[in-house]
C-alpha cells in the first residue's frame, strides 16, 4: 500500500527558507507521482506542485512558481519541497499524496477532491512569523 510521510516542518521568520522531506514507499508502478498540498486554517486545501516519478516532469501552481520548488531522490524514495522567501500566508500545514500521473503531468485535475481520503496523513506544520 502506498504511504507518504511528510515532515520538516516548523517555525521560520518572514523572508526565511524550509525544506519539507516527504518519505514515499509502496508504490508499485509509475502511474502515480507525489504532490504537495497545504491548508491554512479557515481555508481550503489548496494544490502546489507534483513531481512525475516516471521522469521526474514537474508541475506547479502560478502562485508557487519562483518560490517553491519541487525535487526528487529516487534513491532515498524522498520527495522534497524547498521553500523560499516565505510570507505569513504560507503558515499551513503541508501534506505530500500521490497524484495520478495525468494530472500530475499537466495540472489538470490537480486538486485536493482527485486524492483518495485516506492519502492525507497528517501532514506537517509550518509558521512563517512576522
Known amino acids: 500500500d502506498v504511504q507518504l510521510q511528510a515532515s520538516g516542518g516548523g517555525l521560520v521568520q518572514t523572508g526565511g527558507s524550509l525544506r519539507l522531506s516527504c518519505a514515499a514507499s509502496?508504490?508499485?508502478?509509475?502511474?502515480?507521482?507525489v504532490g504537495w498540498f497545504r491548508q491554512a486554517p479557515g481555508k481550503r486545501r489548496e494544490g502546489i506542485s507534483c513531481?512525475?516519478?516516471?521522469?521526474?516532469?514537474?508541475y506547479y501552481e502560478d502562485w508557487a512558481e519562483g518560490r517553491f520548488t519541487i525535487s526528487s531522490d529516487s534513491a532515498k524514495s524522498t520527495v522534497y519541497l524547498d521553500m523560499n522567501a516565505l510570507k505569513a500566508d504560507d503558515t499551513a500545514r503541508y501534506y505530500c499524496?500521490?497524484?495520478?500521473?495525468?494530472?500530475?503531468?499537466?495540472?489538470?485535475?490537480?486538486?485536493?477532491?482527485?486524492?483518495?481520503?485516506?492519502?492525507w496523513g497528517q501532514g506537517t506544520q509550518v509558521t512563517v512569523s512576522s
Open positions: 499524496v500521490p497524484v495520478w500521473w495525468s494530472y500530475c503531468s499537466s495540472g489538470h485535475g490537480f486538486s485536493s477532491a482527485n486524492i483518495v481520503d485516506r492519502y
Open positions: 509502496g508504490f508499485s508502478d509509475d502511474d502515480y507521482g
Open positions: 513531481i512525475m516519478r516516471r521522469d521526474g516532469k514537474t
